[in-house]
């Protein structure tokens, strides 16, 4: 998605990737886009690189709202329920994930993985168990940058979530 809109949508069967793309139930990259009211509840696996969710695999810049994942999600680096890899200050609002979330390497979180550039999530909840082999480990995300004097960039920010999942490493 570069720039458009993807809106009711979903996915109920099974992903499985071991090449070094993004991975994800309903898109693998959101540039600048929108993606709303979209889920998924198949299995999703990646054994080979990162951005590996439910519902985005990365989202740069872009919104991700009314979104959610009940299906496990099983990555290797950057592994999520809802959207893994986040930057530019791209947006997760109104999202949750219930599935059980295992990354292999690091960086696994129940909504996000990591979150950079000023990016935001807001009113998410996780039921979902999180669990990483290796670590950086969260129930709402793994990451979140703060503010970089050296390049200007504001920090990111995690606001009205909750978690109830299970976190371990």
Known sequence: NDGGKVR???NE???TADNNGKTAGVIGVNNYGEVYQCFNTGHITHSAASCTA??????????????YNTGD???????AGVS????????????????????ENTITGGIASTMYDASVISDCYNWGDVYSVWHTTGGISAGCSGYNENSGTLASQIINCYNIGNISN
Do not use: H, L
Not at 54 to 67: A, D
Not at 73 to 79: A, L, S
Not at 84 to 103: D, H, K, L
């Open 73 to 79: 999600i099983d990555g290797y680096t950057n592994t």
């Open 54 to 67: 439910g519902v985005v695999g990365m989202n740069t810049g872009g919104m991700v709202s009314y979104c």
């Open 8 to 10: 009711f949508c979903y």
């Open 84 to 103: 893994a890899y986040n930057e530019e200050g791209s947006t997760i609002r109104i999202c949750f994930n219930t599935g059980n979330i295992t990354g």
């Open 13 to 15: 069967g099974t992903a």
